[in-house]
């Protein structure tokens, strides 16, 4: 039987907490697009988001113990430290609490949450397929978004804002573009456990090109958000979105150049760091648009991911 500190620590360590900054900025930018000013709904709906990435994680985690054994032994799960029902009890149990907190604001998050939690516990399948793995795994981040904006804003609107269907895709495409950027190194493992992911089946030039295609889909509809909140001009209080967006460009731009000069799964945590990098400051940059009073949360957000990214416990782990 699990000791329970030992389940919880394993737990924690598969649900990459480096990685719930992801969610939580996603979460946010549909936080952002509600007309919400009460702090109380908004912590919740953030708590939700924050934590949904990590559940999640776990739960595609015990489909995937055959690639990890390769690509990731440190992990609990492929290390055997753990077994497989504690993690698929506990990530079930906490998306679980995390979609009753989006449903009790509105409860259309039930059958969104719901289509999440399924659409999590396929994963694997589409992954295994060159053309299904990004996308996938995208709608379902995408659906956090629209979550985070139902579960703030309460009541469902009549229409949605402006900024909604562009910010929506910058998220699709951003999260497109990390999901393919991360099979670079997993390129030797997928390939012996017959997954076909992208680099496997058409190599990592033509992986780095398809990359460049979603960066720049993500950069697009990032400059479209922008545009359709602030109708065509920056003014002085629009400086937090500079702060954000000039080192999220950079990033981006770096993590391109990076993956056309991959040549091994070891070294491609590099620019898949920097694809996290760019999303979160990118998605952070819209958000200061939508809210610039949030700007200092904001950074302390972005912050804190530094911080728990440089505590993880294995350097290639992303």
Same mark, same amino acid.
């Given at each position: 039987? $699990?000791?329970?500190?030992?389940?919880?620590?394993?737990?924690? %360590?598969?649900?990459?907490p480096y990685l719930l900054f992801v969610?939580? %900025? @996603?979460?946010?930018?549909?936080?952002?697009?509600?007309?919400?000013?009460?702090?109380?709904?908004?912590?919740?709906?953030?708590?939700?988001?924050?934590?949904?990435?990590?559940?999640?994680?776990?739960?595609?985690?015990?489909?995937?113990?055959?690639?990890?054994?390769?690509?990731?032994?440190?992990?609990?799960?492929?290390?055997?430290?753990?077994?497989?029902?504690?993690?698929?009890?506990?990530?079930?149990?906490?998306?679980?609490?995390?979609?009753? &907190?989006?449903?009790? !604001?509105?409860?259309?998050?039930?059958?969104?949450?719901?289509?999440?939690?399924?659409?999590?516990?396929?994963? @694997?399948?589409?992954?295994? !397929?060159?053309?299904?793995?990004?996308?996938?795994?995208?709608? %379902?981040?995408?659906?956090?978004?629209?979550?985070?904006?139902?579960?703030?804003?309460? $009541?469902?609107?009549? $229409?949605?804002?402006?900024?909604?269907?562009?910010? #929506?895709?910058?998220?699709?495409?951003?999260? *497109?573009?990390?999901v393919l950027s991360g099979y670079f190194?997993? &390129?030797?493992?997928?390939?012996?456990?017959?997954?076909?992911?992208?680099?496997?089946?058409?190599? !990592?030039?033509?992986?780095?090109?398809?990359?460049?295609?979603?960066?720049?889909?993500?950069?697009?509809?990032?400059?479209?958000?922008?545009?359709? %909140?602030?109708?065509?001009?920056?003014?002085?209080?629009?400086?937090?979105?500079?702060?954000?967006?000039?080192?999220?460009?950079?990033?981006?731009?770096?993590?391109?150049?990076?993956?056309?000069?991959?040549?091994?799964?070891?070294? *491609?945590?590099?620019? #898949?760091?920097?694809?996290?990098?760019?999303?979160?400051?990118?998605?952070?940059?819209?958000?200061?648009?939508?809210?610039?009073?949030?700007?200092?949360?904001?950074? *302390?957000?972005?912050?804190?991911?530094?911080?728990?990214?440089?505590?993880?416990? $294995?350097?290639?782990?992303?």
């Open positions: 039987m $699990e000791s329970p500190r030992n389940a919880l620590r394993s737990m924690w %360590i598969t649900m990459r969610s939580g %900025i @996603t979460g946010v930018a549909g936080m952002a697009l509600s007309s919400t000013t009460s702090a109380a709904p908004l912590a919740l709906v953030f708590i939700a988001s924050f934590f949904a990435y990590g559940f999640g994680q776990a739960l595609t985690d015990c489909f995937q113990t055959d690639t990890d054994a390769l690509s990731a032994p440190y992990r609990p799960l492929a290390a055997g430290r753990v077994s497989r029902s504690v993690i698929l009890f506990l990530s079930l149990a906490g998306l679980t609490l995390c979609v009753l &907190i989006f449903a009790i !604001r509105n409860p259309w998050n039930i059958v969104l949450g719901c289509a999440g939690a399924g659409g999590l516990a396929t994963y @694997t399948i589409f992954k295994r !397929r060159w053309w299904g793995g990004p996308w996938y795994n995208a709608w %379902i981040v995408a659906g956090l978004c629209v979550m985070g904006y139902l579960g703030a804003n309460g $009541e469902t609107p009549g $229409e949605f804002p402006p900024a909604f269907l562009p910010l #929506i895709l910058a998220v699709f495409f951003g999260y *497109a573009n990390f190194k997993d &390129i030797a493992a997928d390939a012996a456990t017959g997954y076909k992911t992208f680099p496997v089946v058409f190599g !990592r030039r033509a992986a780095a090109l398809a990359s460049d295609v979603l960066s720049a889909l993500f950069l697009f509809s990032s400059v479209w958000t922008a545009m359709t %909140i602030i109708g065509g001009a920056l003014r002085p209080r629009q400086l937090p979105f500079m702060l954000f967006a000039a080192p999220g460009v950079m990033y981006l731009i770096e993590a391109q150049v990076q993956l056309h000069r991959n040549r091994s799964d070891a070294e *491609a945590y590099a620019p #898949i760091i920097r694809v996290v990098h760019a999303y979160i400051l990118m998605v952070s940059a819209l958000v200061s648009l939508l809210r610039p009073e949030w700007t200092l949360l904001l950074g *302390a957000h972005y912050a804190a991911y530094r911080f728990v990214l440089s505590r993880r416990p $294995e350097v290639s782990q992303i």
